[in-house]
């Protein structure tokens, strides 16, 4: 297993600053959400299965993959190079978190329930983080209700969907978090 240094050096060697940038959040978002207790694997920026979501965890590899689309901004026609600078750095931190809910939750022995998101060790996490956050949404497991030959998700009132849940927490920020002061 390498240390976090051995790590962030072959990171820095991948993805330069993104690489340092990465690791150097994971480890204060470690200290900060999960008492320090994350172990560390590899980070890179690269592409998600089937490009389904912005991030990606793989609990065989302990590896973090952030999409490489968060390394640039979100204007429809910018064809801005990939630099540093334009990295959305609350974006890809919020992601980044996600990712680190499933490493935890694989740390600390795994989850029960329907996937990855929809269970009650990831809904625990969510509420936790979300309080610390100063995130006022409320999660819930989901259960599933048959209605005419039909299962439909049961929602319970004023609780995050599936999509929200599966998205936490930038599903549940402000609409203008991102776009406010991207310098931090
Ligand atoms: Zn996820």
Redesign the pocket.
């Known amino acids: 297993m390498s240390t976090f240094s051995e790590l962030k050096i072959k990171a820095i060697k991948a993805f330069g600053n993104f690489g340092a940038w990465v690791f150097d959040e994971w480890k204060k978002l470690n200290d900060t959400f999960f008492y320090g207790e994350n172990i560390v694997g590899e980070i890179i920026w690269g592409s998600t299965p089937q490009d389904r979501?912005l991030?990606?965890?793989s609990p065989d590899e302990n590896l973090i993959v952030l999409h490489k689309t968060l390394m640039r901004p979100v204007y429809p026609t910018s064809d801005l190079k990939w630099e540093f600078r334009h990295l959305n750095k609350r974006k890809a931190r919020d992601v980044l978190l996600?990712?680190m809910?499933?490493q935890r939750i694989h740390q600390t022995g795994g989850w029960e329930g329907e996937n990855?998101?929809n269970n009650k060790q990831?809904v625990n996490e969510v509420n936790r983080i979300a309080k610390l956050l100063n995130i006022d949404i409320k999660a819930k497991v989901i259960q599933r209700e048959t209605v005419h030959d039909k299962t439909l998700p049961c929602v319970e009132p004023r609780c995050l969907n599936l999509k929200e849940l599966?998205?936490?927490p930038y599903s549940s920020r402000s609409p203008n978090y991102y776009y406010g002061n991207l310098k931090c």
């Open positions: 979501s991030g990606y965890y996600h990712e809910i499933h990855s998101h990831f599966s998205n936490f």
